[in-house]
């Protein structure tokens, strides 16, 4: 899997799958991205071996996963396992690409990944952008997904094979951030599908914070929810040992790859060589310009200020850097809280312009 070649952008397929059951909802998405999904789970399981999951483990965590989904939500199960009939791969691994934060706890491979800013208005919905920082050789392509839901329409970004992770569902919008704690380990419901869950289920987010904490968990994540009317946003910091509710400051609430809940901070476990805090003094630093932006294209070039592409979470991938540093800026995305739609751009948010940006809607 080592390269000494820049890789090309991530590509990105679409999929809107019709009104159905949760079994047949999988099984379209399993069908339309078999191979795809297979590639993955293969490269997936690569790294898990890599950088210290060996098979034992890997299944000791897909088991207590696929246990913990159908004990806490059986219609993302059926869905789980119509995913693995389509793609014609098994069920466990179906499963060892929406557990991969959870196996990747119990590895040695540092999580790095996404910068997030939600912007408050007191005349308007929040306004929300996310960079998606992760290992290029792991994801060269994703999906968006449409999914009709009972009385919603959830869209989601996600890598191929997995249920959901960044989206809106016409009432929220979600972004995902990965955490490590000192928690982390066991078995508990995958915090992919915990995002999914919210989509699904959730108006509020109150509603999204009391979901999340019904979830059973064996790793940590932070999801930003944002709501159109009334506008409101929280970041719910996951752990296995609770979790935690981080409120907007003056209007302005912002995210990287560390603890911000007090009581949660105490267990975090994110490496000295990560750049998290760099990112969140430059977030941090743009708050008056992010809170100014209107649109994907002012929100980008507020996130990323002066510095431009050379800002904090703008991050390029160096080809001759070991694996575990060879992440990238492989997506950017702004919510639009009231249409359902995702406005994306497969590279940093300098690189986002009116020409750049894309719409699923």
Request: proline share 6%.
């Amino acid at each position: 899997m080592d390269t000494d070649q820049p890789l090309p952008p991530m590509r990105l397929r679409e999929l809107r799958v019709p009104r159905t059951g949760p079994h047949e909802r999988g099984l379209a998405i399993g069908t339309a991205f078999g191979p795809e999904i297979a590639a993955s789970a293969a490269r997936y399981a690569q790294i898990y071996s890599r950088f210290g999951a060996d098979a034992a483990t890997v299944a000791e965590v897909v088991d207590g996963s696929l246990q913990a989904v159908q004990d806490w939500a059986p219609e993302l199960f059926a869905e789980l396992a119509g995913v693995a009939e389509g793609a014609e791969v098994d069920l466990p691994t179906a499963m060892s690409l929406n557990a991969r934060t959870e196996v990747l706890a119990r590895t040695q491979l540092a999580a790095r990944e996404c910068s997030t800013v939600v912007a408050l208005s007191p005349d308007g919905p929040p306004r929300t952008l996310q960079t998606w920082d992760w290992y290029p050789e792991l994801a060269p392509i994703g999906a968006l997904l449409e999914l009709p839901l009972g009385d919603r329409v959830v869209r989601t970004f996600s890598e191929v094979g997995m249920l959901g992770k960044i989206g809106t569902n016409g009432r929220l919008g979600l972004h995902f951030n990965i955490l490590r704690h000192h928690s982390d380990g066991g078995s508990g419901v995958p915090v992919h599908l915990v995002a999914r869950a919210i989509l699904d289920r959730a108006d509020t987010v109150e509603e999204a914070i009391a979901i999340a904490g019904s979830a059973p968990l064996a790793a940590s994540t932070v999801l930003t929810v944002a709501q159109a009317a009334p506008g409101r946003a929280v970041s719910i910091e996951l752990s296995p040992a609770g979790i935690g509710v981080v409120e907007p400051s003056a209007g302005y609430l912002a995210h990287t790859n560390h603890f911000l809940d007090p009581t949660l901070a105490t267990g975090e476990a994110a490496g000295v060589d990560s750049t998290t805090w760099q990112r969140l003094d430059h977030v941090l630093g743009q708050r008056e310009a992010v809170l100014a932006a209107r649109g994907p294209v002012e929100l980008s070039a507020a996130a990323c200020g002066t510095a431009g592409g050379a800002a904090a979470i703008c991050v390029h991938c160096d080809p001759d850097a070991d694996f575990d540093r060879r992440v990238a800026t492989l997506l950017t995305v702004s919510l639009d809280l009231t249409s359902g739609a995702i406005h994306h751009h497969t590279g940093t948010p300098a690189e986002l312009t009116q020409t750049t940006v894309a719409e699923f809607v």
